[in-house]
């Protein structure tokens, strides 16, 4: 499922976002500076066309929780 339906159809408004992708086990931020950003903001980027792979952990090391969406290359 690509990233904007993924979102529409699971993720509620308003919800803080972090994209990641996955490299050799582990996942490395996607969005500049590991911000999280609102869901609305991502579905008008050109991730909003990447394949999600996964949903990881809420909270990346000490940074601010988010839901993390790990997405294609």
């Known amino acids: ?3 904007k ?3 529409n ?3 509620e408004p308003n919800t803080l976002i972090r994209l990641q992708y996955k490299v050799n086990d582990g996942h490395i931020e ?3 500076d590991s911000n999280p950003v609102m869901e ?5 980027t050109a ?5 999600v792979i996964g949903v ?3 909270l990346y ?3 601010k929780e988010a839901v993390n969406i790990v997405i294609e290359v």
């Open 9 to 11: 159809e699971f993720i």
């Open 47 to 51: 991730f909003a066309e990447k394949k």
């Open 56 to 58: 990881t952990d809420i």
């Open 1 to 3: 499922m690509i990233l």
């Open 30 to 32: 996607v969005m500049p």
């Open 61 to 63: 090391l000490q940074h």
């Open 5 to 7: 339906d993924f979102i």
């Open 40 to 44: 609305w903001e991502i579905k008008n």
